[in-house]
């Protein structure tokens, strides 16, 4: 690698690019955009936040331990999508039942909005002040998505921002 780098400065740094520092990503987003990075990482769960702001705002978060939590909720969020791929078996024994019950028993359940809440509040919540607009910012109107792990295999629009009992009817 070093003499690839020392021979081909240009084609190393297109094949092997250096992270971007905090600055260089508030500089690469317009105005009204933001940047929500999370990846698993080993056990552990790493939230960045970022907009384009003049005084930098981002905020970090680290859920120690969390892979396993944010896989569990991911795949019974996905069942609660759709059972059929899911396995019917195993999205009934999600909801608490012991597989083998009729599709029809299946379409009585909802969709689980705490279970939702409680994937946003986890991953989402400790970093999304850095998105409400405030004074040297506005409001962020297109946000851009990294993932990684469980919670690429789940769209985030899935997530609730409150937990079911606070939603309005």
């Not at 899911?86 to 028993?105: I, K, P, Y």
């Not at 469980?150 to 309005?168: D, H, K, T």
Request: glycine content about 8%; overall charge negative.
């Amino acid at each position: 690698a070093q003499q690839i780098e020392d021979e081909f400065p240009a084609y190393y740094d297109f094949a092997a690019p250096a992270p971007l520092t905090h600055n260089e990503v508030e500089a690469a987003l317009d105005e009204g955009e933001g940047l929500l990075t999370i990846l698993t990482v080993g056990e552990d769960v790493y939230v960045f936040a970022a907009q384009h702001d003049p005084i930098g705002e981002r905020a970090w978060h680290r859920i120690e331990g969390g892979a396993e939590d944010v896989e569990i909720l991911v795949e019974f969020l996905r069942c609660d999508l759709d059972p059929i791929e899911c396995g019917l078996n195993a999205a009934v024994q999600t909801r608490g039942g012991s597989g083998g019950e009729a599709f029809e028993d299946w379409e009585g359940y909802a969709f689980n909005r705490n279970a939702a809440f409680e994937l946003y509040d986890m991953l989402i919540a400790p970093v999304a002040h850095v998105f409400e607009p405030g004074r040297f910012n506005g409001r962020v109107e297109k946000l851009y998505v990294v993932t990684s792990g469980a919670i690429s295999a789940l769209p985030l629009s899935v997530c609730q921002i409150r937990p079911r009992a606070a939603l309005p009817r």
